[in-house]
């Protein structure tokens, strides 16, 4: 099966830092997508990364606290920007469309999990 | 928007019965439903999923069924096991839209 890597695992950064997630899947997929787990929380999605475009962002989330990147069909970034201890939480990149899988199954990444001080 | 309740919250049972997690969603339109399990520090992985033109779905100790005119779909996990200890999240999506996730239920088997 395929495999979904992020880069860094974890951090802890300061206050007023910036910090970008990376996402590597070892295949091509139709979607990429960032969500937020907060501790304790369920899931947020944070926006659709799409491929040569401009991101797609959910309400309470702009692209200029969380950039995103998608250059190609396996690849996509997530910056969390000028970072307070608010922005403490799991982010996890998942995809869609991964080889033989069915339309709509998601399979998610191990997750970033950041510490602001 | 779609919205998603999950409950219990928490749930407690002994190895060897059943567990069952029930989610209600608001939107009609939307048509696929699928559960992830999540351990302590892992990623949410995808046990089983439902879509809106079939009522029951069975994979060995797991089920899920769903009502469409009540709008709700349960998980049902028998014979439960230790390793069955987990956070377990619905979630509901309609055509061209996003995922929409519960608020997970913590299940913890008891041995």
């Known amino acids: 099966s395929a495999v979904i890597s992020q880069k860094p695992s974890r951090d802890i950064c300061q206050r007023g830092t910036s910090l970008t997630i990376q996402c590597q899947v070892d295949s091509q997929v139709t979607m990429m997508f960032w969500y937020r787990q907060q501790p304790g929380q369920s899931l947020t999605l944070i926006a659709t990364?799409?491929?040569?475009?401009?991101?797609?962002?959910e309400s309470g989330f702009v692209i200029d606290k969380f950039p995103i990147s998608r250059p190609n069909l396996t690849f996509s970034t997530l910056t969390v920007s000028n970072m307070s201890p608010e922005d403490s939480s799991i982010y996890l990149c998942?995809?869609?469309?991964?080889?033989?899988?069915?339309?709509?199954?998601?399979?998610f990444g191990p997750g970033t999990r950041l510490t602001v001080t | 928007g779609e919205n998603v309740e999950q409950h219990p919250s928490t749930l407690s049972v002994q190895e060897g019965d059943s567990a069952v997690i029930k989610c209600t969603y608001s939107d009609s339109a939307s048509n696929y439903f699928p559960w992830y399990k999540q351990e302590l520090g892992k990623r949410p992985q995808l046990i089983i999923d439902?879509?809106?033109?079939?009522g029951e779905k069975k994979d060995q100790r797991i089920a899920v069924t769903l009502n469409k005119t009540a709008k709700h779909f349960s998980l049902h996990i028998t014979e439960t096991q230790p390793e069955d200890s987990a956070v377990y999240f619905c979630a509901a999506r309609g055509y061209g839209q996003n995922f929409v996730f519960g608020p997970g239920t913590r299940l913890s088997v008891l041995p």
């Open positions: 439902i879509r809106s033109n079939v």
């Open positions: 990364a799409n491929q040569g475009s401009e991101a797609t962002y």
């Open positions: 998942s995809v869609e469309g991964l080889g033989t899988s069915k339309d709509y199954e998601q399979y």
